[in-house]
């Protein structure tokens, strides 16, 4: 399949390498706590904003590096016949993924399984809320991107979507502290505990 991407260059096969590189790096990489995961966001929204507003570094490496770090959505035509691409960055996914994945595992804490199967059913009202905030926030950046015609910063909008979501959701439900004090390093290390516990009984 690569060799017949690099051979053909088509956007659909670019977005599917993309795509797998991203469900990839979700699954192996964890925030620990949303404290950190929250000032990460708030650190490449600022750094987003400077190096698409600030300079044309990063949209020049985007358009001009021919390869899977972007998704690619066809747009339309030039008058000469061109399809037109717009573009969105892995890291785009990749990021506020990361702080999904986060959000699903603390609902999972406070469903109370997570010793359980990793196929049980469980309420999801923080990573619900954080995707649909996730897709508000980048339908608004495809939107804004169209209209204007001009590159956009999508963190600028990811961002507070998600993080925004996620501070509703646990507003709502009285459990800000719960989500603050949430921790996936401390459950590790009782998850080992419990392990060590059971073999020398």
């Not at 088509?10 to 964890?30: A, K, P, T, V, Y």
């Not at 339908?139 to 999508?154: E, K, L, N, S």
């Not at 719960?178 to 998850?191: A, H, I, M, R």
């Amino acid at each position: 399949f690569c060799g017949f991407y690099f051979r053909m260059k088509h956007w659909s096969m670019n977005n599917i390498l993309g795509i797998c590189f991203c469900l990839q790096g979700i699954e192996r990489f964890s925030l620990g706590t949303f404290k950190i995961g929250a000032i990460l966001l708030i650190g490449l929204f600022f750094y987003d904003i400077f190096w698409v507003f600030g300079t044309d570094v990063m949209v020049s490496v985007a358009k001009n590096l021919d390869g899977p770090i972007k998704i690619l959505f066809p747009r339309g035509y030039s008058p000469e016949g061109k399809l037109e691409l717009s573009l969105l960055g892995l890291g785009d996914i990749v990021i506020p993924g990361f702080f999904l994945a986060l959000l699903l595992r603390f609902d999972a804490h406070q469903a109370d399984i997570d010793g359980g199967s990793p196929h049980a059913s469980f309420s999801k009202p923080y990573f619900h809320s954080a995707l649909v905030g996730y897709i508000l926030g980048l339908g608004m950046t495809m939107y804004i991107m169209i209209v204007f015609q001009a590159a956009q910063p999508a963190l600028l909008y990811l961002v507070p979507a998600c993080l925004g979501s996620s501070l509703l959701c646990a507003a709502v439900r009285g459990e800000l502290k719960e989500l603050f004090q949430y921790s996936e390093e401390q459950e590790e290390e009782t998850k080992e505990d419990a392990a060590s516990k059971k073999k020398d009984d």
